[in-house]
């Protein structure tokens, strides 16, 4: 055993536990802070050492959004709702989106198919190898073609 052990674990168990204490701050605006050091700012307070400290406003309970903010409103619950109107601007913006998407997959798919229909013919003509580039090609095509899938699906799903 390495005597150095023993004499370790002695000043450790020796040391003294560090304790601090959380002050919670809270500004003239309202914004609380919590912090280790108390600050000469008024509106600080010593939490209990069994006090939990949260940082979610209302311990965790929803919290309304001002209806002002980005055109977001509260229904009651806590949690944002947007009126119709911007919904109807951002489904129209994921739609094109998505669109976009899938013609630029279709057109990969495209020209990946050609270079597919192109080795697999110059390896019919060539008798020697060429099977990793065909396979790559395939491989290629499959994705194109599960990625178009995905995209119907997703435009299917709008309203």
């Not at 390495?2 to 914004?31: F, M, T």
């Not at 020697?128 to 095509?141: A, C, H, M, T």
Request: aromatic share 4%; glycine share 10%; charged share 25%.
């Amino acid at each position: 055993m390495n005597p150095r052990i023993p004499l370790l674990l002695v000043v450790l168990s020796s040391a003294p536990l560090a304790q601090a204490d959380v002050y919670k701050c809270v500004d003239e605006a309202g914004h609380v802070t919590y912090t280790n050091s108390k600050t000469s700012a008024r509106g600080c307070t010593t939490l209990s050492r069994d006090q939990a400290v949260s940082s979610i406003p209302g311990g965790g309970r929803p919290v309304a959004v001002p209806s002002h903010q980005n055109g977001a409103y509260s229904g009651g619950t806590g949690f944002p709702r947007v009126d119709s109107g911007t919904q109807k601007a951002r489904d129209g913006d994921r739609r094109r989106i998505l669109e976009d998407e899938l013609s630029a997959e279709q057109k990969g798919l495209d020209i990946a198919r050609r270079e597919l229909e192109e080795q697999q013919l110059a390896r019919y003509g060539n008798a020697s190898g060429g099977g990793d580039r065909l396979q790559s090609s395939r491989e290629k095509v499959q994705l194109h073609e599960r990625n178009i899938e995905a995209l119907r699906r997703e435009i299917g799903n709008l309203r």
